[in-house]
């Protein structure tokens, strides 16, 4: 082997042994982690080219010099006491897990990514949740009627849907925004004021990524043409490096308040993402598909961030596509899910995240069947044109056009895009639309409000009234 070979190989176990002291290690202590066949001086002279290259960082001097692994931290709040689970009805089993990972990082061994986690699920053989479970969470989230298109229950509860999901899952990331001013935020594009720009991105990213799962609904799937487009949706604007948005990550990430060490090989990453997929896809129970995305996800890690957002509505997938009732995570404490999934990281034990997945998802389906039954059923022609509705609807606001100008445009739509026997129904439900469209609905079309209230002026102007012509004295008529 090379010299230069064999020193950069040397440099790699290095840093693999600095990265395994979360709070820093000193050098005796990285020497004999590392175990290799060097003196002390040589040891240092290799720290001190990793800290050249970025690769490490020291803290303090002298005796007590440490080195630390300088990596990207994915934000997670410390792990609370357990008596502030009491919200969500954890096991006893549970319970002491979160004991267990409640303790100070520095009583917890550090801990690598372990594949087998992941190869050792065998779908439909094995089981993250019972068959007593799984048969429980399909008579709560069930409709009486399922045979309508994928995606119909969902599409029915749209409003709601898309405020209830979008705020828990950002209130599970820290976001400020209270649930009225998520309210505003989608309905009538109004951003709160003295909140962070980033919170709103979050929230409005939130909305595009449902919207596209439940449009999508027949199409989607555990691919990576959803999976990454999902990540692009959700990470759109709040990543440092935009090219990182729906793109697996090459960079190293750590955990705060975790001795987990997220995987750093970009080829295992993308190897195991590719597993992940093809098993969530044999997995015939919706649940159980749901559950394995929600543990498997996040605990890869597979983008430089927003993996615990893409995680959640992953879950939703399947739940969509069978028109089963959508999770939420209604009432989820932020704290209780947070030690759910680092237990998952760093004991690979599934059972806090598993009590925390049945209880919420109880609580969203309630929700959703009471809201159900206030309403009436969702008309399958429109459900079938929804897609083309809204471009023809949003392009008409944009424009901006009056009445006379919508008339022809949608005339033309439906005789370029829509089938002869459709056409008459569809100019219709168009019609209706557009004279049902106001300041709180607009939303859905994704237009801008300035847009909005530009087309409202022009929709709403009436026609200039011509004066009668003159001619020698006589009023022509």
């Not at 005796?28 to 003196?39: M, Q, T, V, Y």
């Not at 300035?450 to 002026?457: G, Y």
Request: with cysteine.
């Amino acid at each position: 082997m090379g010299t230069r070979l064999q020193e950069r190989e040397h440099l790699d176990a290095l840093e693999r042994a600095v990265a395994s002291f979360p709070e820093g290690g000193s050098v005796d202590e990285i020497a004999a982690r590392a175990k290799l066949p060097f003196s002390r001086r040589t040891l240092q002279r290799r720290l001190a080219a990793l800290v050249d290259e970025g690769r490490i960082v020291p803290e303090g001097q002298t005796r007590a010099l440490r080195y630390r692994a300088k990596v990207i931290a994915i934000h997670a709040p410390p792990p609370p006491s357990p008596a502030s689970h009491r919200s969500v009805s954890l096991s006893e089993e549970s319970q002491r897990v979160v004991q267990q990972i409640s303790r100070p990082t520095t009583q917890r061994k550090p801990v690598a990514y372990n594949r087998e986690f992941l190869s050792n699920y065998k779908p439909n053989k094995t089981f993250y949740l019972s068959a007593e479970e799984r048969a429980r969470l399909r008579a709560v989230g069930s409709p009486s009627d399922v045979t309508r298109p994928a995606g119909t229950y969902a599409q029915a509860i749209i409003a709601r849907l898309l405020i209830d999901l979008s705020w828990n899952s950002s209130r599970l990331e820290g976001n400020t925004y209270s649930l009225l001013e998520t309210e505003r935020l989608l309905d009538q594009g109004e951003e709160a004021e003295g909140k962070a720009a980033e919170d709103a991105q979050m929230i409005l990213n939130h909305k595009d990524a449902i919207e596209f799962l439940v449009s999508s609904a027949e199409d989607i799937g555990f691919n990576r043409y959803t999976i990454l487009n999902l990540h692009a949706l959700l990470a759109n604007n709040l990543l440092k490096d935009p090219a990182g948005a729906g793109r697996l990550r090459h960079d190293r990430v750590g955990i705060s308040a975790s001795v987990y060490l997220p995987p750093e090989v970009p080829q295992l990453i993308d190897e195991c993402f590719d597993e992940i997929l093809k098993l969530a896809r044999a997995i015939d129970d919706p649940f159980e598909q749901a559950f394995f995305v929600m543990v498997q996800l996040p605990y890869l890690q597979p983008f430089i961030d927003v993996n615990k957002r893409t995680s959640r509505l992953a879950a939703n997938i399947p739940l969509i596509k069978n028109n089963l009732a959508p999770l939420s995570f209604v009432e989820v404490p932020k704290e209780t899910y947070t030690s759910a999934l680092l237990a998952v990281y760093e004991l690979n034990d599934i059972g806090p995240l598993k009590d925390v997945f049945i209880w919420s998802y109880e609580r969203s389906a309630s929700r959703y069947v009471a809201l159900r039954q206030t309403m009436g059923e969702p008309d399958p022609f429109k459900l079938k044109y929804r897609t083309a509705m809204r471009e023809l609807i949003a392009a008409i606001v944009r424009k901006p056009m009056g009445k006379k100008d919508a008339v022809r445009a949608i005339e033309e739509w439906a005789r370029d895009k829509v089938v002869t026997a459709d056409r008459e129904r569809f100019i219709e439900a168009v019609d209706t639309e557009l004279l049902s469209l106001h300041e709180g609905n607009f939303a859905r079309y994704q237009v801008r409000p300035s847009e909005f209230e530009a087309w409202q002026k022009v929709w709403n102007a009436k026609p200039a009234v011509k004066k009668p012509a003159k001619r020698k004295g006589r009023v022509v008529k």
